[in-house]
């Protein structure tokens, strides 16, 4: 009879979002049930958080511990996605111990969930929106954390988080009201008022499976107002105990086969164009390159963040992983053979980058998604791709169906690839797409959706769930032709044209450049000590982090863009410090200004709705 592997690869990154510039000492900020603790504000932060929009959707390291000074955080998506999402994604598994999947956990990502960790046990907050949470007295706030929490405590989808809950819609259509007003509203509004705010926010970013289990959750939502700070102290103990119990639990689930946890080179770097800038002409001939020829030193920066995303695997983790999936799964021929040097034996792109391979190869293959690849220049390593049709589906469509008739959709499409395959063939399908930014759009964050796919799957005679490392254990592994010729690209559009090739972008290559020749010639001269120049390289490595370039262009909403744009342009000038040095005035401008009438941006879809 004939079978299908299924691989799931559920993808969690989040840039790092702390201004390590900013460093707050640990005695000034409140510790949780504290009643004389105050909080400790910091303006850069702060500013951050004020210039994002009311209404906005969420978009979306210590890399060594003490290598970087923890700094403030500017965004919150770390610690909002852990609490709803990355739990959320484990407890779907925990309740289906038959299905089977690949979690991608980027370093960075892991470095800030840990930093996380260490102020929930320390009751000391670098992070704005926590720092209210933990305050006891928010009557002695001051204007701008008034404001701060106005312009952040909407900040969700406003029909599956806000619009469920009538009390917090209130208080948004209050602020609505007074917002009209020539004075700002927060003159108006009591402390009882932005207790109630501050709590419904964080009630609001809970994860579904979070709610059904915690009795606390259950008390406070029925509650409905009138918080007060032993409700917030208990909401704040219910998250950290979350967090903190986070990347254990991820742990469990890999120990126990579940799961196969890998892994993306440390910050999340866009290695092929740090290789090469003229890689992005491989699929787009004509895309404008940055005026710096290449990146300084590429190669021997993304050798240094595959070492260093393998190592810090292996710590956590206990062995490095057996695969990667490259940040954007974007790959060239050069960036291949230094993964497959490194010892990865598998990696994952999109589907355009495989489309744009064969027909430059000249090969007519209409199942060559359902197969594995491998390239004579990367021996040792396998590349899978990802279906985007299936991908979408979830990422875009299902989230306005019935949980169960997307879910029955999914496995028909799964059952006709089955169908359609030769008498002697196992197809295997690759579904990869963000392990977070999907499921607000969801009723219940995906609740009922992952319910019933993973009990239909987990029943299905012929679908069989997977990973990528059981598929290569195998005694006899599936066939792997040669792909003669890989075309450089990533998951989105089989293009590199995501983060190279606008006009802002460019200029953001450009900055980055000139940054790494003087770090090159600081750290040649020698003059900085070990610990300054470990300093150093764990600044630069978040400077390289591919974030920065998604953000930069027209297409993207103002106030994301805004953040982004200014927290890279701060990451570099602290760059230029640590190398004492004074950073350049140019950084003093923005790169760019996004667009006013842009939503969204922290997903992007490959097909079309109806395809």
């Known amino acids: 009879m004939k079978s299908l592997d299924l691989v799931f690869l559920w993808h969690m990154h989040q840039p790092d979002y702390r201004d390590h510039g900013a460093t707050v000492e640990a005695q000034g900020a409140p510790k949780v049930g504290a009643d004389e603790a105050t909080a400790l504000q910091d303006g850069r932060a702060k500013d951050a958080l004020l210039a994002v929009a009311d209404g906005g959707t969420a978009t979306e390291a210590v890399p060594e511990r003490g290598a970087v000074a923890a700094g403030e955080f500017v965004l919150p998506w770390v610690y909002l996605h852990a609490m709803k999402d990355y739990v959320d994604m484990a407890a779907h598994l925990e309740r289906h111990p038959q299905i089977r999947c690949v979690v991608n956990l980027v370093p960075v990502l ?13 009751g000391s907050f670098r992070d704005p929106l926590l720092r209210m949470l933990a305050t006891p007295d928010l009557a002695a706030i001051s204007d701008a954390d008034r404001r701060m929490l106005l312009t952040t405590c909407f900040r969700s989808n406003h029909t599956t988080m806000l ?13 609505l009201l007074l917002n009209n007003e020539k004075k700002p509203p927060y003159r108006y509004l009591s402390a009882s008022y932005f207790s109630d705010l501050v709590t419904w926010y964080h009630l609001a970013w809970t994860g579904e499976t979070e709610r059904r289990r915690d009795p606390l959750l259950a008390a406070l939502m029925s509650k409905g107002e009138g918080y007060d700070a032993t409700d917030r102290s208990k909401l704040l103990a219910s998250i950290g105990g979350v967090i903190s119990g986070l990347i254990p639990r991820w742990r469990a689930l890999a120990a126990r086969g579940q799961v196969e946890i890998s892994s993306t080179p440390q910050t999340h770097p866009l290695a092929p164009l740090m290789l090469d800038f003229g890689v992005a002409r491989e699929s787009v001939p004509d895309a404008a390159l940055p005026f710096a020829p290449a990146y300084p030193g590429g190669r021997t920066r993304v050798v240094r963040h595959i070492e260093d995303a393998r190592a810090s695997h292996a710590r956590r983790f206990g ?43 000249g090969i007519v293959d209409a199942r060559a998604a359902y197969h594995p690849w491998r390239l004579e220049q990367a021996p040792g390593l396998t590349l899978f791709f990802r279906d985007e049709r299936l991908s979408d589906l979830i990422g875009f469509d299902y989230a306005k169906w019935h949980g169960r008739d997307a879910a029955k959709h999914l496995v028909q499409q799964l059952e006709a690839i089955l169908a359609s395959a030769a008498v002697d063939e196992t197809p295997v399908v690759s579904v990869i797409l963000d392990g977070e930014n999907a499921w607000e759009h969801y009723p219940y964050n995906g609740y009922y959706f992952f319910d019933d796919l993973y009990g239909l799957l987990a029943s299905h005679p012929n679908i ?5 490392a059981e598929i290569l254990a195998r005694e006899t592994p599936p066939p792997t032709p040669v792909l003669p010729r890989l075309t450089a690209g990533s998951w989105v559009y089989g293009t590199l044209s995501t983060w190279i090739g606008d006009e802002a972008k460019n200029r953001g290559w450009d900055l980055l450049c000139e940054a790494k020749q003087s770090c090159d010639r600081v750290l040649a001269s020698g003059r900085l000590d070990a610990g300054q120049v470990a300093a150093v390289e764990a600044q630069l490595a978040i400077c390289e982090s591919s974030d920065w370039f998604w953000w930069f262009g027209d297409y993207n909403p103002s106030a994301a863009v805004a953040n982004f744009d200014s927290l890279y342009r701060r990451n570099l000038a602290r760059l230029y410090r640590l190398l004492q040095l004074t950073p350049p005035a140019q950084l003093d401008i923005s790169l760019c200004a996004g667009s006013a009438s842009a939503a969204g941006g922290s997903m992007r879809r490959v097909t079309s709705p109806s395809s």
């Open 110 to 122: 892991l470095d800030q969930i840990e930093d996380y960790v260490q102020q929930f046990a320390s």
């Open 163 to 175: 619009a469920p809950f009538p009390q917090y819609e209130r208080l948004h259509e209050l602020y």
């Open 319 to 361: 062995a490095p992983p057996v695969g990667m999936w490259p940040a954007e799964g974007a790959i060239s021929t050069d960036f291949v053979k230094h993964l497959a040097a490194a010892g990865s034996r598998w990696i994952a792109s999109g589907e355009g980058v495989l489309n744009n391979s064969i027909k430059a190869s």
């Open 464 to 468: 069989r769930t997977t990973t990528y």
